[in-house]
């Protein structure tokens, strides 16, 4: 208290809530744990999200992912989280979602493999559809054969531009019209046994979601001429000769034997 009066004091109380937000989510097929498994990776977030997973189409399996989830010195989390891939289901769309307690936007990361033939010199469409989720995405798809990696074309849906790189423009073939609405499927055009024998990838993205489908292309080589009706050809020869000769001595042998009676 003073002579003057009384002062009234306030105190004001900040509270500062830190946050590290989702920058980036991937999810792609692993092998090295001995059985196939998918993938998700998040990195460097905070506070610690929340990590689900769905297929589509849904399936009637209970589906057990292994999440793991890691904070570094400053407290930033590296989330690793793993799905068994379903056996006998090979077409399935597995998709990895992650969400914040804090509000922020949810991010959806989703993956299909699966394997196509092809025979050289014979056009193929490397097929790749979007969950209906991805309004007008951008397309980006890829090639890679043993440690060789290539782009391949880039379209915007927005714009409604595509660029092809060489010498890959020459040989495939996209309908933009079709990528807005999830048909972002690549015609490859006279393909070849060594040059386009590989992997495609091709990934839909809009803002917090992506897709990804990997088709692994065999293009059978040219078929080599057969020889083999020349060798059925002369079998049939001796076989027909042998025959004739067999008819030719058994009528020899009648002819023979009726002397010999008349005699």
């Given at each position: 208290?003073?002579?003057?009066?009384?002062?009234?004091?306030?105190?004001?109380?900040?509270?500062?809530?830190?946050?590290?937000?989702?920058?980036?989510?991937s999810v792609?097929?692993?092998?090295?744990?001995?059985?196939?498994e998918?993938?998700?990776?998040?990195s460097n977030?905070?506070?610690?999200?929340?990590?689900?997973?769905?297929?589509?189409?849904?399936?009637?399996?209970?589906?057990?992912?292994?999440?793991?989830m890691l904070?570094?010195?400053q407290?930033?989390?590296?989330?690793?989280s793993?799905?068994?891939?379903?056996k006998?289901?090979?077409?399935?769309?597995?998709i990895?979602?992650?969400?914040?307690?804090?509000?922020?936007?949810?991010?959806?990361?989703?993956?299909?493999?699966?394997e196509i033939?092809?025979a050289?010199?014979?056009?193929?469409?490397?097929?790749?559809?979007a969950?209906?989720?991805?309004?007008?995405?951008?397309?980006?798809?890829?090639?890679?054969?043993?440690?060789e990696?290539?782009?391949?074309?880039?379209?915007?849906?927005?714009?409604?531009?595509?660029?092809?790189?060489?010498?890959?423009?020459?040989?495939?073939?996209?309908?933009?019209?079709?990528?807005?609405?999830?048909?972002?499927?690549?015609?490859?055009?006279?393909?070849?046994?060594l040059?386009?024998?590989?992997?495609y990838?091709?990934?839909?993205?809009v803002?917090?979601?992506?897709?990804?489908?990997?088709?692994?292309?065999?293009?059978?080589?040219p078929?080599?001429?057969s020889?083999?009706?020349?060798?059925?050809?002369?079998?049939?020869?001796?076989?027909?000769a042998?025959?004739?000769?067999?008819?030719?001595?058994?009528?020899?042998?009648?002819?023979?034997?009726?002397?010999?009676?008349?005699?």
């Open positions: 208290m003073s002579t003057l009066g009384y002062f009234k004091m306030s105190l004001c109380v900040c509270v500062c809530v830190c946050v590290a937000p989702i920058r980036g989510l792609e097929l692993s092998r090295l744990s001995g059985y196939e998918m993938k998700c990776t998040v977030v905070f506070p610690a999200p929340r990590v689900t997973w769905a297929t589509e189409p849904p399936t009637l399996e209970d589906l057990r992912p292994v999440t793991r904070a570094n010195k407290g930033l989390y590296t989330v690793d793993r799905l068994k891939r379903l006998g289901r090979p077409n399935l769309i597995y990895c979602k992650v969400t914040t307690s804090y509000g922020g936007p949810a991010w959806t990361a989703s993956f299909r493999e699966i033939k092809g050289q010199g014979r056009d193929l469409t490397i097929p790749c559809h969950p209906p989720y991805l309004n007008n995405p951008f397309l980006h798809w890829s090639f890679i054969n043993g440690e990696h290539s782009d391949i074309l880039t379209y915007d849906s927005q714009s409604g531009k595509s660029v092809s790189t060489p010498p890959w423009d020459k040989h495939v073939e996209l309908d933009g019209f079709r990528v807005p609405f999830g048909d972002g499927s690549l015609r490859l055009m006279d393909p070849q046994h040059e386009h024998t590989g992997s990838t091709c990934v839909f993205s803002p917090h979601n992506t897709h990804t489908e990997r088709t692994d292309v065999t293009i059978d080589g078929v080599a001429p020889y083999w009706w020349i060798v059925g050809l002369v079998i049939a020869v001796l076989v027909l042998l025959a004739v000769m067999l008819v030719y001595l058994k009528m020899k042998g009648k002819d023979e034997l009726e002397e010999k009676k008349t005699a």
